[in-house]
């Protein structure tokens, strides 16, 4: 039997629900805890950290796409 993986929840950025792959998505760590960030918050954070010398967040490919399972 094989199906296809992927979550949905709120991202933490601006609160706005999405579909993710819960292995790949960019997160947050909030008191201990993952939140995932969406593409949109992503693509808006990006370039301040380039600006504050920090480096840009890594979007792994597939992150926001489902993932088959076996």
């Not at 380039?50 to 010398?53: D, F, P, Q, S, W």
């Given at each position: 039997m094989s199906g296809y993986m992927f979550a949905t929840s709120e991202c933490f950025g601006c609160h706005r629900m999405f579909c993710y792959n819960p292995e790949r998505v960019p997160s947050i760590r909030v008191n201990g805890v993952r939140?995932?960030?969406?593409q949109h918050c992503v693509d808006v954070a990006n370039p301040r950290r380039?600006?504050?010398?920090l480096a840009p967040i890594e979007v792994l490919p597939g992150a926001y796409d489902p993932e088959e399972c076996v």
């Open positions: 939140e995932p960030v969406c380039v600006k504050n010398g």
